[in-house]
């Protein structure tokens, strides 16, 4: 990389306070600096919840053309929080979309230690932020773990296809999977995991994924790429994505970079 191309993260949670409590902290300070110095142009935040938010507000108003928010009730939260809270919190969601690029991250995750036996919650969590963001006309975000099926009845019943916009965030199904969401017309974002060399499932995927419907994101502070296991994986991580999928796609790093960029900013409607 020679460091001329610039280059959008997707989705990254860097208001999380794993870096640093402070939202000046010196480590998140430091992070950014050297995402931009590596040619990051923008980042779209991830949403967890109310609390998530607030940071997020804070935090991109300090780095007002870098940061871009993104408010949903995550499937972890929804877990975690009872009917009455949630809906509380979709309340003060559609209050507060007007300061955020997407709604997200929403979907469903139904791994038996984060859906405790609460799927039918979920759905209803799930069913309830696309028709809010169809309301606010925003893109969505959507976090779709072990609930393939699922997530496409949701879909199928409750989008808008051809209006509605959306991503589903850090993809790792088989191309079969990513073929589903195609035809609905999502695009996917694809992340760390793409970079474990015995990943083949997703490898594949990405090869099968036309270029015009795929993103890049860090996910970071997690998902890390083997490079950076062992520590908060920064949001130029994505460069080493970027390498991964030009070599699957038998293309530069550069243009991934390129073709990237233009369709995240061709989903989220930015000039």
Known sequence: ????????????????????????????LAVLKESQAQGM?????????????????????AFPNLLGNCFGLHP?????????????ALDTLAQSLSDAVALGEAGLDFRPHISKGREEHQIQMFEQQIELARG????????????HQEALMVLD?????????????SFNGSAVKAMDFLKRGLFLSIGGPVCRPENKKLHQAVKEIPLEWLLIESDSPDQPPPRYLGQNNPPYSVLEVAKVIADIKSLEPQEILDITTKNFYRLAQKP
């Not at 959008?8 to 480590?27: F, K, M, T």
């Open 1 to 28: 990389m020679n460091g001329k191309h610039t280059w959008v993260d997707a989705h990254a949670h860097i208001a999380d306070p794993r870096w640093g409590e402070d939202l000046l902290s010196e480590a998140r």
């Open 41 to 61: 142009e923008f980042l779209l935040q991830g949403g967890v919840g109310p609390e998530d938010w607030v940071r997020q507000k804070e935090l991109s108003r």
């Open 76 to 88: 972890y939260w929804v877990a975690d929080h009872s009917e009455e809270e949630c809906e509380a």
């Open 136 to 147: 606010a006309n925003k893109m969505m975000v959507l976090h779709l773990v072990q609930a």
């Open 157 to 169: 019943y409750f989008w808008d296809f051809g209006k509605q916009q959306g991503m589903v965030h």
